[in-house]
């Protein structure tokens, strides 16, 4: 089993920034996909941001140029740098890990942009 906890959310006023941090504890393999998905209100889970098992990253096209991904081995933690956010930025972000077949979900953080 995997354990995936979410830490950042918050809210922030349109311009803003957030940083969150997904940390991954239990039987971690060295091969996986990790990163961010989002669920807006009302509307379904969407991809983000993330790391594909050969290393690369994958961008939602919505956040190319103000979110980056990016991650800490020896921690097993990802961070997602969101900048110049957007009202509809606004979601549940989900911490995702897929390793061995098994996919793995965080509880999720929300995050409002607001004024």
């Known amino acids: 089993q995997v354990q995936l906890v979410e830490s950042g959310g918050g809210l922030v006023q349109p311009g803003g920034s957030l940083r969150l941090s997904c940390a991954a504890s239990g039987s971690i393999f060295s091969i996986y996909a990790m990163g961010w998905y989002r669920q807006p209100p009302g509307k379904q889970r969407e991809l983000v941001a993330v790391?594909?098992?050969?290393?690369?990253?994958n961008y939602a096209d919505s956040v190319k140029d103000r979110f980056t991904i990016s991650r800490d081995n020896a921690k097993n933690t990802v961070y997602l740098q969101m900048n110049s956010l957007k009202s509809e930025d606004t979601a549940v972000y989900y911490c995702?890990?897929?390793?061995?077949?098994?996919?793995?979900w965080g509880q999720g953080t929300q995050v409002t942009v607001s004024s």
């Open positions: 790391f594909t098992s050969g290393g690369s990253t």
């Open positions: 995702y890990r897929r390793q061995r077949g098994r996919d793995y």
